[in-house]
């Protein structure tokens, strides 16, 4: 009841007409940032900071402004994925997987309005489990040592299987590019410089930003520039908007697929280092080895497949914010950000923030209910606007999302050399997909490889180089449980399919994909 | 005896910096040099020293009026600071609008040949503003009561004890334990167990989630932590008990004479123009000597501890060849 | 074919990472895993996942025909002029020509893709620069 009570207090500080301005200002510059590939939520706040002090705001009217931005850049990095296949910003990246299939079959708005309801769904519970659940999640993410962010990071890996049905060794490539493109620049433990070959550029590694824009929005430009020479095609396939509110029945459909995304996600963000990527990829991959098994539906338009990651990757940002307030330890790019933004504002996140400063954690905490409201509000009439962009034709919509994508990169390194690693992103991109190798285990490579060699090489120290420690606690022993199952399960259904579809074949004596 | 010498130069150094600057700061007139877009890099992820040092110089900058447009703060992690000390050294070298945050950290760095090939003379160093001590904190249920028995164990057995620090090995806040393990009179102090985490933040969640017995890293850093009854703070490497915190013993009076200070200060672009470089130099002096600033700094349990202009430079010098020469006795560099 | 080349293309990576991470320079303390054995690991993972290709190829993609491929290795380059072209001649010149280039081949009338070209610079320039604040590439102008 206390609890209630203080955030009746917050609600009475967020709910000012200016902070409610702010709010929507925020919620919209949000969607905006997310929705433009090469923008995510992290530069998005960042870019607003200095905006927020020169207009003088104090510490909870900026706060507001930013957890708007924030959160509104997680729902709109869903849009460009549906409507485009380019993510928005990463986590958005497995709502291509299942939104873009749907877009081309007529149904971007629905994909779009659905997905708009579980991120309101994810967010919304996610929050609440921040309030009511803070203290107690530090003491979970504090049961994660060294070894056991390890064996979660296996995990992901392990269950890469299960997202694309094709040959496993090309997924099991596309990984191992990943986290051998996350190796380059100085090792965190000991300094040495690798890969970089004295190229000072490459000192600091190889920003994740630069390889999906390059891997996922350029490759897209040389596949329709392959295909869509001449304008032929362009201009006559206007994509089919339909209907924009889901219909109920899909909606129903879809709640227990949101349930364990959010369940997921916000797990995922509650451990610092995992975050939202981990959230709606373990949600979606997960989702698909409960509800898909011999995978018939996902990755063709499965509104279960927009649903779960979607809820997943905002569950995870409300989830972020935990560690980040208790303990200081910001558990994502954005959470870093908005740590910064705190501290600029002299407060210190850390064990005492939530006595010391209730004033700041409440009002915090109600903007992001507000936030999410707003967005909720925001999204669904907005779809039909948004959904407007595929009226445009591709060979005009195409050059305009390439330029943006540089324009996104260049702004935030200022280096033309790492445009240039994007364009080199890009062209592996499209050789990578003519060859029907995955992309999405190539970026996650790249956003886990450096924290999951790291940590095992902390666990290493740790034991002395007895590798007993990475099943030395009950924690480690089930989630390599989980990780086997994730890497079995997938094998043996893949067996099991290839055997049906063979025998389908057979019978119908039907060629073609 | 290495952290003596550190620290008699830094109070010798430090009181002729105050006198100098009072005799000069009504003299100095850059008014001609105003900075557009002005912008300070943070080494470091944010949440570490840097960043505090770059998010508090920006907003006091810009309160104070001291600059017009606000200061953008960007983050420029890796390699230790090296990734931004050669990114201001090669690519940035006459950005008149740039300030870059420094510690005891730079200057160790630059010493143990980390910065790959840099020498002090490649950047312009500033200021420093302030100064804190380093220290050692193990859980609140620890074993641990004081540091002689942490250090007992480490004797008996040099892996037994694992130590967090937030940046990489050799890194100051890796050598603060070597030196007091050098003091209890263990002979190879490389044998000890040191496990490097990304910044001082995680390095905490490492103390508490139990994966390692002890932190070795900066006081403010565990300030709050401290307040929270998590940890208990066994040995603080300063001269004396700090006033504000009298219960905390110093590893001095633990019979082990090591003196740890981290200073925090800011560097510039060499190549600048000389009215820029006065321009910043007057503006850390005008926050520095902020009332507003002071209570910021003691906040943080730092104290004031300035340098600016000829000071700074021979100030760094010094801190420079004391570090060389310390990592040359414990056998980090040849 | 083009998997077994693509095998054959990886297994060459594999050697050139492996070797890369073989010349990693130690610093004084090195901790029990080191900052090679993951790279071997990685570089082994790649190897041995190209030897499958060249043993186990996928039927054969479809390839654009010269034409196409022309086009892509014309546009990718005007895209790398467009990085060299950003620090000397600003933004929005560049923009505007790579704008063009990309909407012009992609079926556009030459006059209406600088149409386009300009309109996406200008716009660009206003909403990002202007309004958001950010840093674009300054030209001997100023834009």
């Known amino acids: 009841m206390d609890t209630l009570a203080l955030l009746a207090d917050g609600f009475a500080i967020a709910l000012t007409p200016q902070n409610l301005f702010l709010a929507v200002m925020g919620c919209f510059l949000g969607t905006l940032m997310g929705a433009l590939p090469g923008l995510g939520p992290a530069n998005g706040v960042a870019i607003l900071i200095p905006i927020a002090f020169s207009l003088g705001l104090g510490p909870v009217a900026s706060l507001i402004l930013l957890v708007s931005v924030y959160y509104g850049a997680m729902y709109g990095g869903r849009i460009s994925s549906i409507l485009l296949n380019i993510p928005g910003d990463e986590p958005a990246m497995m709502t291509c997987l299942d939104g873009y299939p749907m877009a081309q079959q007529g149904k971007a708005g629905e994909a779009l309005s659905l997905s708009g309801v579980a991120s309101f769904v994810g967010a919304f519970f996610a929050t609440c489990g921040l309030v009511i659940l803070a203290p107690q999640l530090v003491k979970v993410a504090l049961l994660f040592g060294p070894a056991e962010y390890f064996v979660l990071f296996t995990v992901a890996f392990a269950t890469l299987g299960g997202i694309s049905s094709t040959n496993q060794a090309k997924s099991a490539f596309a990984a191992a590019l990943g986290l051998g493109i996350a190796m380059i620049g100085s090792d965190s433990q000991t300094g040495s410089q690798r890969f970089t070959f004295d190229h000072i550029h490459l000192y600091d590694g190889i920003d994740f930003l630069i390889a999906i824009v390059g891997l996922f929005a350029l490759s897209e430009v040389f596949i329709f520039l392959e295909h869509h020479r001449g304008g032929a095609v362009g201009s006559a396939k206007a994509t089919k908007v339909g209907r924009i509110m889901p219909d109920f029945a899909m909606i129903k459909r879809c709640i227990p697929s949101m349930a364990r995304g959010t369940g997921l996600g916000f797990f995922s963000g509650v451990l610092p280092g995992a975050g939202a990527s981990l959230g709606s990829f373990l949600a979606y991959s997960l989702e698909k080895q409960t509800v898909d098994r011999d995978g018939k539906t996902f990755g063709k338009g499965d509104p279960r497949g927009v649903a779960a990651p979607e809820a997943g990757n905002n569950a995870a940002s409300g989830g972020a914010l935990v560690p980040m307030l208790a303990l200081g330890v910001p558990g994502s790019g954005t959470t870093a950000v908005l740590l910064a933004v705190l501290l600029q504002l002299n407060i210190t996140p850390g064990p005492l923030l939530f006595q010391k400063n209730p004033d700041v954690v409440w009002g915090l905490i109600a903007s992001l209910f507000i936030a999410n409201f707003i967005l909720l509000a925001m999204n669904i009439p907005l779809v039909g606007i948004f959904t407007r962009v595929l009226m445009v034709p591709t060979r005009i919509l195409m050059p305009i999302v390439a330029m943006i994508s540089f324009v996104g990169i260049y702004s935030i390194t200022g280096s033309s050399f790492d445009v240039m690693l994007m364009v080199g992103f890009g062209i592996m991109g499209w050789v990578l997909r003519k060859l029907d190798v995955s992309l999405v285990p190539v970026i996650l490579g790249i956003l886990l490889g450096n924290q999951m060699e790291v940590n095992l090489r902390r666990a290493m120290t740790i034991s002395d180089g007895d590798w007993l420690i990475l099943v030395g606690s009950p924690l480690a022993i089930i989630l390599w449980g989980v990780a086997i199952t994730g890497f079995v399960l997938p094998m043996l259904m893949g067996r099991r399919m290839k055997k049906r579809m063979e025998a389908a074949r057979n019978e119908e004596e039907f060629v073609g994909d | ?334 | 074919m083009s998997d077994r080349i693509f095998g054959g293309f990886g297994l060459a990576l594999a050697i050139f990472y492996i070797w890369a991470a073989s010349i990693i320079k130690d610093s004084f303390m090195v901790d029990v895993v080191g900052p090679r054995a993951f790279p071997y690991i990685v570089g082994t993972i790649i190897a041995l996942c190209s030897l499958y290709f060249i043993l186990r190829p996928d039927d054969e993609p479809e390839w654009p025909h010269m034409r196409e491929f022309t086009e892509i290795v014309f546009a990718a380059a005007v895209m790398f002029a467009y990085c060299f072209a950003l620090p000397e001649l600003g933004f929005v010149i560049s923009t505007i020509f790579a704008t063009a280039y990309l909407t012009w081949r992609l079926g556009t009338a030459p006059l209406w893709s600088f149409v386009v070209g300009l309109g996406t610079s200008v716009g660009i320039y206003v909403v990002f620069h202007l309004i958001l604040g950010l840093a674009l590439a300054e030209g001997p102008l100023g834009f």
């Open chain 2, 1 to 334: 005896m290495g952290g003596h010498i550190m620290f008699a130069k830094f109070a010798r150094i430090g009181a002729v910096a105050v006198t100098a600057t009072l005799a000069t700061v009504t003299a100095s007139t850059a008014q001609d040099f105003q900075p557009e877009n002005p912008q300070c890099i943070a080494p470091s992820n944010p949440g570490g020293g840097w960043d505090f040092i770059c998010r508090t110089t920006a907003r006091y900058l810009f309160d104070l009026g001291v600059i017009e447009d606000s200061m953008q703060v960007t983050n420029m992690s890796g390699g230790g600071g090296g990734v931004a000390f050669a990114h201001v050294s090669k690519e940035r070298n006459e950005d008149n609008n740039l300030i870059v945050a420094a510690s005891m950290s730079t200057s160790a760095r630059i010493a143990q040949g980390i910065y790959e090939g840099a020498v002090q003379d490649d950047v312009h160093f500033l200021a420093t503003f302030g100064a804190e001590y380093g220290a050692i904190a193990v859980r609140a249920d620890s074993e641990f009561e004081t540091l002689t028995q942490m250090m007992d164990a480490i004797l008996a057995d040099p892996r037994s004890v694992g130590i967090a620090g937030g940046s990489s090995v050799g890194s100051f806040d890796h050598i603060k334990p070597m030196l007091v393990a050098r003091e209890a009179g263990l002979d190879d102090v490389t044998k000890m167990k040191y496990v490097s985490f990304d910044g001082g933040g995680e390095a905490m969640t490492g103390l508490l989630s139990g994966s390692v017995e002890a932190l070795s890293g900066d006081f403010s850093e565990m300030l709050g932590f401290l307040e929270s009854g998590d940890i208990r703070i066994i040995g603080i490497m300063a001269p004396e008990r700090l006033e504000s915190f009298p219960d905390i013993p110093t590893a001095r009076e633990q019979g082990y004479d090591v003196v740890g200070a981290n200073w925090r200060g800011l560097y510039m672009p060499a190549g600048a123009s000389d009215e820029a470089k006065e321009f910043w130099s007057n503006a850390i002096q005008t926050m520095a000597e902020d009332p507003g600033f002071q209570a910021t700094l003691e906040e943080a349990a730092i104290a004031p501890f300035n340098n600016f202009g000829d000071d700074m430079h021979d100030f760094v010098a010094g801190s420079i060849a004391d570090i060389e020469k310390l990592s040359r006795e414990i056998g980090i560099i040849e």
